[in-house]
């Protein structure tokens, strides 16, 4: 993933010119935007002093705003899609981290940060014009530029369609979805995610790297059998980079992110989980050795463990602090492709100890 700066709103000229104003009434001010997934600033640099940061939350689900550095750490309560707040601070020089502090900085992770570069009033530094800017550069999220190798391992397990176990969780988290939210509620009650489990057999590995937009890629393949006795083979070759509200993809490949559940980031009705790895992935599916399609719709992670040993039902909303060692394998039959031959007419494969290695750029 990379990023590109956008300035708007007022040239920081004017306000820097406006700021030889120690003692001044009227706090300076920055514009601040929220939305999927970027913090963008009115300017990048301002003088010392009062700041008030007027930030709106233009986005489709609720954000918030940090303001890091130097001793300061405030941040605004969360902004609802629409609504705005300010934020007013005293800043001495020095570059402060602005961020989302939603889901315990899953927002952040994925793409929610910038930094403001306050200017001493005495410093003799000059303009701190754009291009003179520090926070000018493109940056890349943690993770960025790394693969990984996973092997699932541990008891195989299918997961069938049922009632979604933690409906009161999820609902006002659903409440954010907007458009999408009828299709999801439709989930709660027969969805992907629910504790009707039965035993499988077969094995995963793929090597995933976290490149940017359009470098990002996979190779992979699992075989497994299903309730009805038939043999599933997945070869994963490509990624799938469609992005869409909720669910960002940032060209397929996540290495880790803390998202689902209580964050407001993909769907809630999958607890809320740590991820080594998440992918999205195009997949050529073969049933008992013949292909049913070569653009089956993927969804990978290995993930902090959601299911107790045993019956392997879910035992946890908030999933996020457990060992990560359960790999998942979604499978949906590509767009405008009939349902699979499978119940809820999808492929839902659990390795419930599996493990993975990071490897060199
Ligand atoms: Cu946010």
């Not at 700021?19 to 963008?40: D, F, H, I, T, Y």
């Not at 299709?183 to 995963?204: A, C, D, M, R």
């Amino acid at each position: 993933m990379s990023k590109h700066w956008r300035h708007w709103g007022l040239p920081i000229l004017a306000v820097l010119g406006a700021a030889s104003r120690p003692g001044s009434e009227v706090p300076a001010q920055v514009s601040v935007r929220l939305s999927e997934w970027k913090v963008e600033l009115s300017q990048q640099a301002i003088a010392a002093g009062t700041v008030r940061f007027a930030i709106t939350n233009a986005g489709s689900i609720p954000h918030a705003f940090e303001v890091e550095g130097h001793g300061i750490e405030k941040e605004t309560t969360t902004i609802q899609p629409g609504a705005s707040d300010t934020l007013t601070l005293t800043l001495t020089a020095g570059t402060y981290e602005v961020y989302c502090p939603v889901g315990q900085d899953s927002h952040k992770k994925l793409g929610m940060e910038s930094h403001i570069r306050v200017v001493g009033a005495n410093d003799g530094s000059g303009s701190p014009g754009y291009g003179a800017s520090a926070m000018g550069e493109a940056h890349e999220p943690v993770g960025a530029g790394q693969a990984i190798r996973v092997t699932g391992g541990g008891p195989v397990i299918q997961i069938l369609p049922g009632p979604f176990p933690f409906p009161d969780s999820a609902a006002p988290i659903l409440q954010q979805f907007g458009d999408e939210r009828e299709g999801l509620e439709s989930q709660v009650k027969n969805g992907p995610y629910s504790n009707t489990v039965i035993p499988s057999t077969g094995s995963f590995t793929f090597t995933a790297w976290d490149k940017g937009a359009v470098r990002d890629s996979v190779d992979g393949v699992a075989d497994f059998t299903t309730q009805d006795g038939a043999r599933w083979k997945l070869v994963l070759d490509r990624v799938q980079t469609k992005d869409v509200p909720h669910h960002p993809r940032f060209g397929g490949v996540i290495l880790g992110l803390y998202y689902h559940g209580n964050t407001g980031v993909h769907t809630p009705l999958v607890p809320t989980i740590n991820s080594a790895v998440a992918l999205w992935a195009f997949g050529h599916l073969y049933r008992n050795d013949a292909l049913v399609t070569d653009n089956a719709m993927v969804h990978v992670m290995l993930l902090s463990r959601t299911r107790r040993d045993g019956d392997f039902a879910l035992a946890c909303w908030d999933c996020s602090k457990n060992r990560i060692e359960e790999l998942q394998l979604q499978i949906l039959p590509g767009p405008g492709e009939p349902k699979l031959d499978a119940p809820g007419g999808f492929l839902f494969i659990n390795w419930e100890k599996s493990g993975s290695t990071k490897l060199a750029k």
